[in-house]
């Protein structure tokens, strides 16, 4: 590949694994940002880390930046020349400045009036001196969670850095990072390769770290262990429990990839799956090994080396895993010793948020709400459970199983509630709570889990907008941009006809004068809110954004029919007569802009146009509330295309804007009647469409 190639590699102490990732893609980012601005972009940028150093690898870099002309303004006119026309120190300093003679220099008009002026070619730097200087003050504002200084002072930074390798085409790019020259010079793992090589450029790099077993490249360090852990199993017969996210932080934690099998004690496996699995992964990053759905007293996990020749890294890992183990049995047991029941008092000593009370307040708010949401469904049969679940939702976070993994809250109490034998819905809407976490997740099993998981939702979401609390930017302490997901998805995807405007006000009442704010500013921002995350969810689903709007101006409150809406514009939209319509509902918002309401009377209707088409209004009418009443919103918009024939021949034979005033307020009375009705299923003005394209259509239809 032609062009300079450039290599950064930041060497430090073992930075966190969660860090890495996010580091060096602000690092590349800001690199390749700063080097467009002065055209100077890399044909190809490749990243790399492993747990004690930042990687970046540039090539097709220019080799120097353009020649250009940069013009200089210098001192008024007035300034530079005294009355008899003879240059000042003003003009001489400035004509020095630039190097040329006073007469060379230009008169150029500006704002302030005229003014000196040269011009000076700048010639290109190199771009090795570019690099010099942007370097350093890139790597050293890196934008870490938490940082600390070393040495006299030096930092603030993650961690120390102990060494700098910035070459340009082979050459040494001077620059020093905090207190760190730049050079050649780097290190292989600390205890297997500590002794420093020299690095000569790109490809010398990759060779003498594959030589020392350092894989620098985060996907394919992520993919050997894959293949790795894969194989480890299948020696075992077994296969692993996946998770991604474990797997992503491993390769974090190591340069030179290599695994490790161990086993624990077999009575091991009387604990619930869910702890077991949790318990090894959070305390020793290990996979659980699974044969037929049932685990097996095994584990692998990754070692920062090839090989384990002495057995010592085994031992230690199986040395640790049994005392962590032994600690979940210890809380699991000991837990069981309290029941659910009991255990909610001691809600009243957990605080929710300062100005929001205890998780025992928001217990009995979850509760109300619950119940709010199960009258509305008609669900008196689930009042009961429903009430049982909401009552006992957040008394796992007094358990000392919880405290130990946080990561388990709701499982721990669900687990609890079953092994108390509470009914299926009970323990299951406990266990379910915080589902969905994600996009992927699937929504709470059973009405019982979705109610409660609705309601405790939507509590913490006016609680936090009712204080003002709302997410701005990447800012979201309270993790609201995930529970207002959470709802959209619960309604969507339960197909729940529930007017999420009247829960959200009967969820502020609960609060009573806790709240900061009305109820109408919190009902407002949160409507905003969550159609927010109603945009992106069927964005994702695939629906075209100016569908999506069109449906949600028509009324968002209940998700199933805004969904079904969307679906009906999204199917129609295509089609010729209701572009037309479309189109004519466009030209109906320009005309009816800022008119005042009008009251249309039916004696003035004088042109045959405007007759037919109040008649066609009227017979379309009873068309839309006959396909409403059935929630068949496609046959809405299918009827609404009746009006296309009509619409366009009063747009002929019309003249909306009379000079007669009676005759103007009476036809725009008749298109405000004509615009309420075809806006109840979707507001039709915000369907993009191309006139040209429909045009088109349009010709094909009538020569067909």
Same mark, same amino acid.
């Given at each position: ?36 601005? $002065? ?126 390798v910035a070459l340009c085409d082979g050459e040494v790019v001077p620059c020093r990072v905090f207190d760190v020259e730049s050079g050649r010079e780097t290190y292989g793992h600390p205890v297997l390769s500590p002794r420093p090589f020299a690095i000569r450029g790109v490809s010398d790099y990759r060779r003498k770290m ?25 020696? $075992? ?96 047991? &000991? ?61 796992? $976070? ?127 921002? $949160? ?134 005033? &009676? ?14 009705m075809i806006s109840r299923t979707a507001r039709l003005t915000e369907v993009v469409v191309d006139k040209s394209e429909h045009r088109d259509r349009g010709e094909s239809k009538s020569s067909d």
């Amino acid at each position: 590949m032609a062009g300079s190639e450039f290599l950064l590699e930041v060497r430090s102490e073992e930075i966190p694994a969660r860090l890495l990732q996010p580091a060096i893609q602000e690092l590349a980012t800001r690199l390749f940002a700063e080097l467009m601005e $002065l055209n100077l972009a890399p044909a190809n940028m490749e990243t790399g880390f492993t747990p004690r150093r930042l990687i970046l690898m540039l090539k097709g870099l220019p080799s120097r930046e353009a020649d250009r002309e940069e013009e200089f303004v210098g001192p008024p006119v007035r300034a530079a020349f005294d009355t008899q026309g003879l240059p000042t120190r003003a003009a001489e300093g400035f004509a020095r400045k630039c190097g040329v003679e006073v007469e060379a220099l230009q008169r150029v008009e500006t704002d302030k009036g005229e003014y000196l002026a040269a011009s000076r070619k700048v010639v290109g730097r190199a771009v090795s001196e570019v690099l010099a200087q942007m370097v350093p003050p890139l790597v050293e504002g890196l934008g870490w969670a938490r940082t600390m200084r070393w040495g006299v002072g030096e930092g603030p930074w993650v961690r120390p850095i102990h060494g700098v390798v910035a070459l340009c085409d082979g050459e040494v790019v001077p620059c020093r990072v905090f207190d760190v020259e730049s050079g050649r010079e780097t290190y292989g793992h600390p205890v297997l390769s500590p002794r420093p090589f020299a690095i000569r450029g790109v490809s010398d790099y990759r060779r003498k770290m594959a030589r020392r077993q350092i894989v620098v490249r985060f996907e394919e360090r992520r993919q050997r262990i894959q293949d790795q852990l894969e194989a480890a199993a299948q020696s $075992l017969g077994s296969e692993l429990v996946e998770d991604q996210d474990l797997l992503d932080r491993l390769t974090a934690m190591c340069e030179i990839p290599g695994t490790v099998v161990g086993r624990f004690e077999p009575a091991f496996l009387s604990l619930p799956r869910e702890v077991l699995i949790t318990s090894l992964r959070d305390h020793q990053s290990a996979f659980t090994l699974e044969s037929g759905g049932m685990l097996l007293p095994s584990f692998i996990t990754v070692m920062d080396r090839p090989d384990d020749p002495k057995g010592r890294v085994r031992a230690g890992n199986e040395w640790v895993v049994a005392a962590r183990l032994e600690d979940a049995r210890f809380f699991f047991n &000991e837990d069981g010793k309290t029941s659910l029941e009991q255990r909610r008092e001691k809600l009243e000593h957990l605080t929710f948020h300062a100005k929001l009370g205890t998780y025992a307040a928001k217990t009995e708010r979850i509760a109300e709400l619950t119940k709010e949401i199960c009258d509305s469904q008609g669900w008196s049969e689930l009042v009961e459970d429903a009430s049982t679940a909401s009552n006992l939702l957040k008394v796992d $976070l007094t358990s000392e199983m919880v405290k130990e993994f946080t990561s388990l809250q709701g499982i721990v109490g669900g687990l609890y509630a079953e092994r108390e034998q509470y009914p299926a819905e009970v323990w299951q809407a406990i266990y379910d709570q915080y589902l969905p976490a994600s996009t992927e997740d699937a929504i709470p099993r059973g009405r019982v889990g979705q109610a409660t998981a609705l309601a405790d939702r939507i509590d913490t979401l006016v609680g936090m907008f009712g204080l003002g609390l709302i997410p701005s930017g990447s800012r979201d302490p309270f993790g609201l941009r995930r529970a207002g997901q959470g709802v959209v998805r619960i309604v969507l995807e339960s197909e729940m006809p529930l007017d999420l405007d009247l829960i959200v006000a009967k969820s502020v009442l609960l609060f009573g004068d806790l709240l900061d704010r009305s109820g109408q500013e919190i009902l407002s921002d $949160l409507r905003l809110f969550l159609q927010d995350r109603v945009r992106h969810l069927l964005g994702l689903r695939g629906y075209a954004y100016d569908t999506i709007e069109s449906a949600l101006a028509a009324g968002s409150s209940n998700l199933p029919d805004l969904l079904a809406r969307v679906d009906a514009v999204h199917k129609v939209r295509e089609e010729s007569d209701f572009l037309s319509v479309v189109l004519a509902a466009k030209r109906i918002a320009n005309i009816l802009r800022e008119a005042p309401d009008e009251d249309l009377e039916k004696v003035r209707l004088k042109e045959p146009a405007e007759r037919d088409l109040h008649e066609a209004a009227n017979a379309l009418r009873n068309d839309i509330d006959r396909a409403e009443k059935q929630a068949d919103y496609e046959q809405c918009l299918r009827a609404i295309a009746k009006l296309s024939e009509p619409l366009d021949r009063f747009f002929v034979e019309v003249l909306v804007m009379d000079e007669n005033r &009676e005759l103007r307020n009476n036809r725009i009375a008749l298109l405000q009647a004509i615009q309420r009705m075809i806006s109840r299923t979707a507001r039709l003005t915000e369907v993009v469409v191309d006139k040209s394209e429909h045009r088109d259509r349009g010709e094909s239809k009538s020569s067909d």
